[in-house]
């Protein structure tokens, strides 16, 4: 019977999950588990939050599958779903930390002073430098507002478009290129006050 629902398309699994088909419903859940946690990973650093987050847009799913009217895919209407969830989470919440130049690992410092600072942009090729860096952009997209810090992994960290990043977030193409230009503004911005403060 399991194996009946893991082959059935999405929009199957949407019209019995409408009749109240729970085993359908859990074919969904299973489905989709990986991308709805890897889209509230990005809004929180705890795992618990992150469950939590996740568990939260399933029940909303789970609630509002009447409404899912087959216009798109299941798995984009579910990303809708935990985008608003987490994005409501954090306004209410009003979490906005600061990175500041203490709170960086000895690597990440190392990496500031002699890559950004004084290097050029040839030495920034090696793995390990890649890896620091990633992990340095990481900590500074948790600085910024949740919408900025989705629009820039969307669009910079997935590759996707700017046609598809608003599909996605259901923003306008104009209102997704003017968050997208912010965002990295204020990426510029953090990166020149943590190398100001070190010098």
């Known amino acids: 019977m399991t194996d009946d629902y893991e082959n059935l398309p999405e929009r199957e ?47 909303k799913a789970f609630v509002q599958i009447e409404n899912f009217e087959n216009r798109g895919s299941l798995e984009g209407w579910l990303t809708r779903i935990a985008i608003t969830t987490c ?3 954090l306004r209410t919440a ?15 410092t190392m990496w500031l002073e002699e ?9 920034y090729q090696s793995e390990e430098n890649k890896l620091i860096a990633a992990d340095l952009l ?18 910079d960290g997935e590759g996707e478009s700017v046609k598809a990043a608003a599909e996605i977030t259901g923003w306008s193409e104009s209102k997704v290129k003017v968050k997208a230009f912010r965002a990295r503004k204020r990426i510029r911005e953090s990166l020149q006050r943590l190398v100001k403060t070190n010098d």
Do not use: C, W
């Open 13 to 59: 699994l949407a019209a019995r999950a409408k009749l109240n088909d729970e085993a359908a419903f859990s074919e969904i859940v299973r489905r989709f588990s990986p991308r709805v946690f890897r889209v509230t990973g990005r809004f929180f650093n705890q795992y618990s939050l992150i469950e939590e987050a996740a568990q939260e847009v399933f029940l």
């Open 87 to 89: 994005l409501n989470s």
């Open 94 to 108: 009003k979490r906005q930390p600061i990175l500041t130049f203490a709170d960086l690992t000895v690597d990440e």
């Open 115 to 123: 890559k950004i600072v004084n290097s050029s942009i040839a030495e």
């Open 138 to 155: 990481n900590r500074l997209l948790k600085t910024l507002p949740a919408e900025d810090a989705l629009i820039l992994t969307l669009i």
